[in-house]
Protein backbone atom coordinates (compact mmCIF):
# COMPACT_ATOMS: atom_id res chain seq x y z
CA UNK A 1 0.00 0.00 0.00
CA UNK A 2 1.17 3.46 -1.08
CA UNK A 3 -0.50 6.94 -0.15
CA UNK A 4 1.47 9.92 -1.99
CA UNK A 5 0.16 13.25 -0.99
CA UNK A 6 0.91 16.15 -2.62
CA UNK A 7 0.27 19.90 -2.91
CA UNK A 8 1.34 21.69 0.06
CA UNK A 9 2.86 25.25 0.59
CA UNK A 10 3.09 28.43 1.81
CA UNK A 11 0.23 30.52 1.37
CA UNK A 12 -0.75 33.69 2.98
CA UNK A 13 -3.79 34.12 5.81
CA UNK A 14 -7.20 33.71 3.69
CA UNK A 15 -5.94 32.03 1.35
CA UNK A 16 -6.28 28.44 -0.38
CA UNK A 17 -5.05 25.21 -1.16
CA UNK A 18 -5.78 21.79 -2.28
CA UNK A 19 -3.91 18.42 -1.11
CA UNK A 20 -4.22 15.24 -3.36
CA UNK A 21 -3.43 12.06 -2.09
CA UNK A 22 -2.96 9.41 -4.67
CA UNK A 23 -3.48 5.42 -3.55
CA UNK A 24 -1.89 2.41 -4.64
CA UNK A 25 -2.07 -1.07 -3.26
CA UNK A 26 -6.10 -1.44 -2.21
CA UNK A 27 -8.97 -1.46 -3.67
CA UNK A 28 -9.89 1.86 -3.34
CA UNK A 29 -13.37 2.76 -3.66
CA UNK A 30 -13.83 0.18 -0.88
CA UNK A 31 -11.13 2.24 1.22
CA UNK A 32 -12.11 4.78 4.10
CA UNK A 33 -9.56 8.09 3.19
CA UNK A 34 -8.47 10.38 5.83
CA UNK A 35 -6.95 13.45 6.07
CA UNK A 36 -5.18 13.81 9.59
CA UNK A 37 -2.37 16.84 10.45
CA UNK A 38 0.60 16.94 13.32
CA UNK A 39 1.61 20.87 14.22
CA UNK A 40 5.09 21.31 16.00
CA UNK A 41 4.91 20.14 19.67
CA UNK A 42 0.98 18.84 19.16
CA UNK A 43 0.07 15.40 18.27
CA UNK A 44 -1.37 14.28 15.18
CA UNK A 45 -5.27 15.01 14.47
CA UNK A 46 -8.29 14.16 12.57
CA UNK A 47 -9.08 16.65 9.93
CA UNK A 48 -11.13 14.80 7.64
CA UNK A 49 -12.69 11.56 7.14
CA UNK A 50 -14.35 9.57 4.73
CA UNK A 51 -15.77 6.32 5.46
CA UNK A 52 -17.23 4.16 2.91
CA UNK A 53 -20.46 4.83 1.71
CA UNK A 54 -18.97 8.51 1.85
CA UNK A 55 -19.52 9.34 5.24
CA UNK A 56 -17.43 12.37 5.85
CA UNK A 57 -16.56 13.93 9.35
CA UNK A 58 -14.64 17.03 9.78
CA UNK A 59 -12.76 18.47 13.07
CA UNK A 60 -15.00 21.18 14.16
CA UNK A 61 -11.54 23.45 13.71
CA UNK A 62 -12.25 23.18 10.20
CA UNK A 63 -15.67 22.59 9.68
CA UNK A 64 -17.18 25.51 6.78
CA UNK A 65 -13.53 25.98 5.52
CA UNK A 66 -12.07 22.43 4.12
CA UNK A 67 -13.26 20.11 2.30
CA UNK A 68 -12.99 16.15 1.49
CA UNK A 69 -13.32 14.58 -1.94
CA UNK A 70 -12.57 11.13 -4.05
CA UNK A 71 -12.14 10.40 -7.40
CA UNK A 72 -12.39 6.42 -7.59
CA UNK A 73 -11.35 6.63 -11.19
CA UNK A 74 -7.71 8.37 -10.47
CA UNK A 75 -7.64 6.83 -7.02
CA UNK A 76 -7.03 10.00 -5.50
CA UNK A 77 -8.26 11.97 -1.90
CA UNK A 78 -7.98 15.40 -1.99
CA UNK A 79 -8.59 18.42 0.80
CA UNK A 80 -9.59 21.74 -0.17
CA UNK A 81 -8.46 24.22 2.30
CA UNK A 82 -9.91 27.38 2.08
CA UNK A 83 -9.89 30.53 4.63
CA UNK A 84 -6.50 29.05 6.09
CA UNK A 85 -5.73 30.19 9.18
CA UNK A 86 -1.79 30.10 10.52
CA UNK A 87 -3.11 27.72 13.19
CA UNK A 88 -3.76 25.74 10.29
CA UNK A 89 0.07 25.08 9.98
CA UNK A 90 1.05 21.70 10.08
CA UNK A 91 2.29 18.47 8.04
CA UNK A 92 -0.84 17.01 6.93
CA UNK A 93 -0.70 13.01 6.25
CA UNK A 94 -3.14 10.87 4.08
CA UNK A 95 -4.51 7.68 5.52
CA UNK A 96 -6.09 4.88 5.26
CA UNK A 97 -7.58 1.81 7.49
CA UNK A 98 -7.96 -1.03 4.98
CA UNK A 99 -8.11 -4.17 6.54
CA UNK A 100 -7.55 -3.35 10.14
CA UNK A 101 -4.05 -1.97 9.29
CA UNK A 102 -3.44 1.72 9.03
CA UNK A 103 -1.16 2.97 6.17
CA UNK A 104 0.34 6.58 6.54
CA UNK A 105 1.41 8.78 3.35
CA UNK A 106 5.14 10.57 4.12
CA UNK A 107 3.16 13.78 4.73
CA UNK A 108 3.15 17.10 2.72
CA UNK A 109 3.83 20.40 4.61
CA UNK A 110 1.24 23.53 4.76
CA UNK A 111 2.56 26.73 6.53
CA UNK A 112 0.18 29.67 6.46
CA UNK A 113 1.54 33.00 7.24
CA UNK A 114 -0.13 35.92 8.70
Known amino acids: VQLQASGGGLVQAGGSLRLSCAASGIVFSMAAMNWYRQAPGKQREAVAT???????NYADSVKGRFTISRDNAKRTVYLQMNSLKPEDTAVYYC?????????WGKGTQVTVSS
Open 95 to 103: NTAYYGRNY
Open 50 to 56: MARGDII
